[in-house]
């Protein structure tokens, strides 16, 4: 008999854990298959944003990982011979969003959090150690064929939606026809995990040396964890390191005090950095997210949370849809929207990349002689330590225009409102109107009927700076957090939410009739 099931996630990674979560918080229930029979064993990602902090706190779970993460307080620039070229110092207390705008964590230790919280859920069926072999549209359903690896048996399973969340080799992602477009960068890299009591004396910050004679990276991971990475020659490999006597040429300068007795080496391996973007993201109702759809190199930490931000871009739409709050032809904002922002963050990286390993012996004469004076820029120092990520590109669920067009797109920070709450907490997961104007009452009363949350600003609060900043009086914001729409005239944002936005057949019902017809945002 075949199973069925409105979602099936194709991977159980912190992609996939993260979009089943957020799906099941508005009501959907999930089968996710992993060919793992448990958490992946080995650290990759190590290191996540206040944005994504913030996601992790909508699934409610911020207060267990901050008890296994540790903020990062800056980033020093290093030449090859060690010597400090600049050195950026960041306010872990200073975030738009709440939580600490850099943050290093052991990846095996979040997805043993996330699938424990995970089973908070009834919704959710997670089944380790399967082989998806066939994703096939099958009339408005998707079959999925799978191998349970522990007996051999087949199974079928029809998916209203189908997210491919399954990594770099993803199958899902053949099964649609699509391929990854390369990007043109290619780097060897040797990365080292080392576990030591022993007090390296070092500042808590990431360590970046910069030059073409070998680039690296220092980073404390963990109250007793530090994570190493360093490109290799031609003719190099793991193998080549695989021992703490090998590696101490790379590591010295970190552990000239430290005995090779109190190292442990928990991991050497060898990993071919990647710049790939999905050629489509999406085949009817089958979704690609996270590796699957596209690879960034780790110079800006965000290869990991790319994948987040998918899953939260995708998750409430296809709850919306499903509800009928939304019409179908929404899900098509996906990939417009994500497909773009990941774009510009693996440029970004390879920009940074470039800039720390690229040119040659002009390059490394050029970053002695510039990076130094980054200090002396007025507000570079301050971009530098910047956590915040572009805003999305247009789409059907971000309009931008004249009035408040800067924040159109961007997320809305999690500021303190009234109470002393933070806005996320009063949103709760769905939409929210921003104002510092009331709307009228019987505008009030239809935004009410939809769920619409409104938060009025105080005169000088965060919300309301930022609102004035945005030259903008109000500003609708998606459940994901996202500005869809932002206006200098609450009712006539409040006109466009009933008329323009494209509400599905639920929603649509009685939308106009508390409203008047007339009036765009002015």
Not at 54 to 81: C, H, V, Y
Not at 223 to 243: C, I, K, Q, V
Not at 288 to 299: K, M, N, S
Not at 371 to 389: H, N, Q
């Amino acid at each position: 008999m075949t199973q069925q099931v409105p979602v099936v996630i194709v991977g159980a990674g912190p992609t996939g854990i993260v979009a089943a979560t957020l799906l099941a918080q508005y009501g959907v229930e999930s089968l996710v298959l992993e060919r793992w029979p448990g958490v992946y064993p080995q650290p990759r990602a190590v290191h996540l944003d206040d944005e994504i902090y913030r996601i992790l706190a909508r699934l409610g779970i911020a207060e267990q990982f901050a008890a296994i993460s540790r903020p990062t307080l800056g980033l020093r620039l290093l030449d090859w011979q060690f010597n400090v070229l600049a050195e950026f110092h960041r306010d872990a207390a200073r975030s738009d969003h709440g939580y600490p705008q850099a943050n290093m964590f052991d990846q095996p230790e979040l997805e043993c959090l996330l699938r424990r919280n995970l089973g908070r859920y009834s919704g959710v069926e997670l089944r380790g150690n399967c082989d998806v072999t066939a994703v096939r549209a099958e009339g408005d359903r998707t079959r999925v064929t799978f191998t349970d690896r522990s007996d051999g048996s087949v199974h079928r399973v029809d998916a209203e939606y189908v997210l491919g969340c399954d990594g770099a080799n993803s199958v899902v992602r053949a099964q649609i026809g699509s391929h990854m477009q390369d990007l043109k960068f290619e780097q060897r890299w040797l990365v080292v995990d080392v576990a030591t009591d022993a007090d390296l004396g070092q500042w808590d910050g990431v360590y970046q040396v910069c030059g073409r004679v070998r680039a690296g990276t220092y980073m404390r991971i963990g109250e007793n964890r530090y994570r190493w990475e360093f490109r290799l020659f031609d003719g190099e490999s793991a193998r080549d390191f695989d021992t703490v006597t090998t590696l101490r040429p790379l590591i010295a300068p970190w552990t000239t005090d430290v005995p090779d007795s109190e190292l442990t080496l928990l991991r050497v391996t060898e990993y071919t950095f990647r710049a790939q973007i999905a050629d489509r993201w999406r085949r009817g109702n089958i979704f690609l997210l996270g590796d699957a759809a596209h690879l960034t190199p780790p110079f800006i930490g965000q290869g990991m949370g790319a994948g987040v931000r998918d899953a939260m871009n995708l998750a409430w739409k296809i709850a919306a849809v499903r509800r009928g709050t939304l019409i179908a032809d929404a899900l098509n904002s996906y990939e417009r929207e994500r497909k773009c922002h990941a774009r510009a963050l693996i440029r970004l990286a390879l920009v940074i990349g470039w800039s720390m390993t690229g040119g040659g012996r002009v390059g490394d004469r050029a970053r002695r002689v510039m990076l130094p004076r980054l200090r002396f820029i007025p507000g570079l120092r301050e971009k530098v330590v910047d956590s915040t990520t572009p805003a999305l590109r247009r789409s059907a669920l971000v309009h931008k225009s004249l009035c408040g067009g800067p924040l159109c797109g961007a997320l809305c920070p999690n500021a303190v409102v009234a109470g002393h709450r933070r806005f996320d907490d009063v949103a709760g997961g769905g939409f929210a109107l921003v104002t510092r104007a009331q709307p009228a009452a019987d505008q009030e009363e239809l935004l009410r009927s939809h769920d619409v949350t409104i938060v009025r600003t105080r005169p000088g609060d965060e919300l309301d700076e930022w609102l004035r900043r945005g030259r903008a009086q109000a500003a609708l914001v998606r459940p994901d957090r996202t500005v869809l729409r932002a206006a200098r005239d609450v009712s006539g944002l409040c006109r466009w939410y009933s008329h323009r936005f494209p509400l599905g057949r639920e929603a649509r019902q009685g939308a106009g009739a508390a409203l008047p017809a007339s009036g765009k945002c002015r």
